[in-house]
């Protein structure tokens, strides 16, 4: 098979063929999802952000995984919206420890008039430390959207959490098409969307499939993809929910990266909880992209100590690019599988 025809963007994943990808032997879907993964990146690199929560707790919103919602009675210490001497601090701090995106979250349902300004200034002052910028401030509204374009906002992330089938169990403040509303209004702005979702809620297979097959068939693949692993925090509904097995996970990354070839996955939350080993294999699946730093919003990321020691003995570098090949080649690509059509073009 040529590269281009390994590569070919799709949008257009019926639940069968997703659910067939998942039950291939493991061995054939890794294989599967490495060619895709080298084809079209370095396979030795991964790109690192940094999280810092500019705003903590008392979050109207009901998620039921999340420390930061008012609904849910956890430890959290509530901290309104940070100074901007402090956001740019750790900005810096992040950037001295390599990190090339930095990445602030607020609990807010969406930003509110008074705060929305300051956010703008901290991604301001984030750009002008050469980093990329990454904010995750809940739903917007079209000025809002507007106005982090004007001031160079990189990625806006939003995830979709998981299938809009299980999305009830965990959510119920606001809608799934919530999300997919917002995600439209940044894509349509032309700033680069960041969304995935977490694993490990008690959800199925089917609902991975069907939460993986929201984000391919979008108009225009994320350009990140984080896939979490449940952080349990007492005091949430979901605290005491059983696992997910580690090679289910590593299946998933795999079809992520099958199904979005040229997007950035990354292994984001519960690193602290996974092994070398299975974090291995979600480097070979195709994950290429962490959160690195000591934190990630309210809870513990896996030591910087340890994931040096990890990319060492795995030889990977933290210096991402996309293949210069893989860049022109796929401009405006695009076919299916099945019947091309117009509505499958694609422009990267
Ligand atoms: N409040 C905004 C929102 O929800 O859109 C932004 C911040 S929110 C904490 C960002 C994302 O972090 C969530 O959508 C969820 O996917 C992820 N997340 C939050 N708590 C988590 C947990 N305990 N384990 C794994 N992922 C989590
Ligand atoms: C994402 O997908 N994961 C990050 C980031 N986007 C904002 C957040 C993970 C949060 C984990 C739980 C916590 O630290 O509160
Ligand atoms: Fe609020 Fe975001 Fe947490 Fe949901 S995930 S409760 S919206 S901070």
Redesign the pocket.
């Known amino acids: 098979m040529s590269s281009a025809e390994i590569t070919k963007l799709r949008h257009n994943w019926e639940n069968a063929e997703v659910q067939a990808l998942f039950d291939l032997p493991l061995n054939d879907l890794l294989f599967q999802a490495h060619t895709i993964h080298r084809t079209n990146f370095d396979p030795n690199a991964i790109q690192i952000s940094t999280l810092l929560?500019i705003k903590t707790g008392k979050?109207s919103?009901d998620?039921g995984?999340?420390?930061?919602s008012a609904h849910h009675n956890t430890e959290l210490e509530p901290e309104s919206l940070l100074a901007l001497e402090d956001v740019i601090s750790a900005a810096k701090q992040a950037k001295s420890e390599g990190a090339d995106r930095f990445c602030m979250?607020?609990?807010?349902?969406r930003p509110n008039k008074r705060d929305f300004p300051k956010v703008l200034e901290m991604i301001k002052a984030v750009k002008s430390l050469d980093m990329e910028s990454c904010v995750?401030?809940?739903?917007l509204d079209t000025e809002q959207v507007k106005q982090l374009k004007e001031v160079g906002l990189d990625y806006y992330?939003?995830?979709l959490?998981t299938s809009p089938e299980f999305y009830g169990n965990v959510i119920t403040t606001r809608t799934f098409q919530d999300?997919i509303d917002t995600l439209n209004t940044v894509q349509d702005a032309g700033i680069h969307v960041c969304s995935?979702?977490?694993l490990g809620m008690g959800e199925e297979r089917k609902d991975r499939c069907s939460l993986l097959i929201q984000l391919a068939n979008m108009t225009k693949h994320p350009d990140s993809v984080?896939i979490?692993?449940?952080?349990?925090?007492e005091g949430?509904p979901?605290f005491g929910q059983d696992s997910i097995d580690p090679l289910e996970f590593v299946r998933t990354v795999a079809v992520a990266r099958i199904m979005m070839p040229l997007s950035v996955v990354r292994l984001?939350?519960?690193r602290e909880e996974m092994s070398d080993e299975m974090q291995a294999m979600c480097f070979f699946s195709g994950a290429n992209s962490v959160f690195y730093g000591e934190r990630?919003?309210?809870?513990d990321n896996s030591k910087t100590g340890r994931d040096q020691q990890l990319f060492e003995k795995l030889g990977i570098n933290t210096n991402l690019e996309k293949k210069p090949s893989t860049k022109s080649h796929h401009t405006d690509v695009i076919l299916s599988k099945q019947e091309p059509s117009a509505n499958m073009a694609q422009s990267i």
């Open positions: 929560s979050c919103e998620c995984y999340c420390s930061q979250g607020a609990a807010w349902s995750t401030l809940g739903m992330n939003h995830n959490d999300r995935g979702g977490i984080p979490n692993m449940l952080v349990q925090v949430t979901l984001s939350a519960g990630l919003l309210t809870t």
